[in-house]
T-cell receptor, first 117, second 114 residues
Framework: AQKITQTQPGMFVQEKEAVTLDCTYDTSDQSYGLFWYKQPSSGEMIFLIY??????QNATEGRYSLNFQKARKSANLVISASQLGDSAMYFC??????????????FGTGTRLTIIP | DVKVTQSSRYLVKRTGEKVFLECVQD?????MFWYRQDPGLGLRLIYF???????EKGDIPEGYSVSREKKERFSLILESASTNQTSMYLCASSPRSWDNQPQHFGDGTRLSIL
């Protein structure tokens, strides 16, 4: 079974500072994928970034990067130069990619990020 | 752009009613999912489907059923609604793939059972 742990229920960060949102995972699968989603107060889930377990480089997408440490089973999201619009819930999720047809995801409990002007 | 549409943003129903939540996607995705989201619990998978008429139980299927008669439509059914099913319900879709593709979500349905 897969498990995702997000230990920070809430964070407050000053605007323009960098933010690190923690995510640790547990799985016995050899091949897996890790995702981060953003959920603003309006409710929609927005896909941010993806990292495959076989990827040697950390994923980056604009201001988002994923600090992937496979040995420590962590996949922290880093947001550079935070903006007021970054205030939202953030969810880490993982999926098993060794099993075609089993593309379901396991989600963490989320971190509520608030950016302070 | 992928569009996942849930039929209602807000819904209020009474205990014991049969409730239908509808979800439609326009990207010809094979996989469709229903989650419920509760504070402090994150998203929990109720059911998913990887093909028409196929369904698999997720982590919390009790009290729910699903229907997928057409590829683009995935319905969640609360057979006899109870107050503990008051929650936010999210539908998602993704293509079948060896390499994880992100799931695309609808805007959610906030369901209240009175």
């Amino acid at each position: 079974a897969q498990k995702i742990t997000q230990t920070q229920p809430g964070m407050f960060v000053q605007e323009k500072e960098a933010v690190t949102l923690d995510c640790t995972y547990d799985t016995s699968d050899q091949s897996y994928g890790l995702f981060w989603y953003k959920q603003p107060s309006s409710g929609e889930m927005i896909f941010l970034i993806y990292q495959g377990s076989y990827d040697e480089q950390n994923a980056t997408e604009g201001r988002y990067s994923l600090n992937f440490q496979k040995a420590r089973k962590s996949a922290n999201l880093v947001i550079s130069a935070s903006q007021l619009g970054d205030s939202a819930m953030y969810f880490c999720a993982m999926g098993d990619i060794s099993n075609f047809g089993n593309e379901k995801l396991t989600f963490g409990t989320g971190t509520r990020l608030t950016i302070i002007p | 752009d992928v569009k996942v549409t849930q039929s209602s943003r807000y819904l209020v129903k009474r205990t014991g009613e049969k409730v239908f939540l509808e979800c439609v996607q326009d990207m010809d995705h094979e996989n469709m999912f229903w989650y419920r989201q509760d504070p402090g619990l994150g998203l929990r998978l109720i059911y998913f489907s990887y093909d028409v008429k196929m369904k698999e139980k997720g982590d919390i299927p009790e009290g729910y059923s699903v229907s997928r008669e057409k590829k683009e439509r995935f319905s969640l059914i609360l057979e006899s609604a109870s107050t503990n099913q008051t929650s936010m319900y999210l539908c998602a879709s993704s293509p079948r793939s060896w390499d994880n593709q992100p799931q695309h979500f609808g805007d959610g349905t906030r369901l209240s059972i009175l």
